[in-house]
């Protein structure tokens, strides 16, 4: 099964990132003959100085706006572009997840529902590597390390953008299963209550008794980028699904609003967190 658009034991995934640390050494060197700071170059393409970082850095897979806005800064040659289309993806991401993880990178606003488990943005380590070692068939070392690494690069997004609205509703019983033991569960609830405490982030708990619920259809995803332009996500068994289509969209935006409505409120999903806790 697909879990967060992870890689799959011989899923034919390129194995090295050395194309992603030349594209980004040379995005560097071209900024810096511009006598650009990263903040100024950003502002000028339309992303984050953290985003210009990550792919200066070979940390992450430029997007096609990225390339395009940064020839027209950067001289308009078309040196990135070709460059671009030589890139290699680092492994950790499938290949149907890798547009939705760009997508994220420069989202205004990301919601989230998860039935099956706590949300990839939202998992620690502990937590994350008992999913990656409960995978069947079973994982290697290196795929699991590629696996968290690629994660915790993706949550870097819950502080690195501040002003993105994110906004999670998770099922009570996915924290009443007890993934990985006691300890393992403490440690992702207290994660949790952490969370909750940026300003940025909403986390409602969906009760495990509910007469009425609008999210039987499974898990999903929704994104705005900064065009105000929205996105859909759904998973299935090895396979995932970018959605685009208006129509598509406002029903899964309705599916959305009415689970917010449905869970808790945000400080009585706090409180059940903090029972939750206690009780173990």
């Not at 034991?9 to 560097?28: H, I, K, M």
């Not at 990550?54 to 997007?63: K, Q, T, W, Y």
Request: hydrophobic share 40%; with cysteine.
């Amino acid at each position: 099964m697909v879990v967060d658009g992870r890689v799959r034991a011989g899923s034919g995934e390129p194995e090295s990132s050395d194309s992603l640390r030349t594209f980004g050494a040379v995005v560097q060197a071209l900024r810096e003959f511009h006598e650009l700071s990263r903040e100024e170059f950003g502002s000028r393409v339309g992303f984050s100085k953290h985003t210009v970082a990550s792919v200066e850095l070979g940390r992450r897979m430029p997007d096609v706006d990225f390339v395009e806005a940064a020839e027209e800064v950067l001289g308009n040659t078309g040196a990135l572009r070709r460059a671009a289309g030589y890139l290699e993806r680092p492994p950790g991401l499938a290949s149907w997840f890798r547009r939705w993880a760009g997508l994220e990178q420069m989202a205004i606003t990301l919601y989230t529902y998860e039935c099956r488990m706590i949300p990839g943005l939202l998992q620690t380590e502990a937590y994350a590597r008992q999913l990656f070692i409960d995978e069947l068939p079973p994982l290697s070392d290196e795929q699991i390390e590629a696996n968290w690494a690629a994660r915790a690069e993706r949550q870097r997004l819950l502080r690195e953008r501040p002003n993105t609205a994110f906004s999670f509703i998770i099922e009570e019983h996915v924290l009443l299963r007890g993934t990985g033991g006691v300890e393992v569960t403490g440690g992702a609830i207290d994660h949790l209550l952490a969370i909750t405490e940026l300003r940025n982030v909403e986390i409602q708990i969906m009760p495990l008794m509910r007469r009425s619920h609008a999210g039987l259809h499974g898990p999903m995803q929704l994104l705005e980028t900064p065009q105000h332009k929205w996105f859909a996500y759904m998973e299935a068994p090895e396979t995932g699904q970018l959605i685009s289509d208006a129509k598509a969209i406002s029903v899964l935006q309705s599916r959305y609003a009415r689970m917010r409505s449905q869970a808790l409120s945000i400080e009585d999903s706090v409180s059940l967190l903090q029972r939750m806790r206690g009780d173990l």
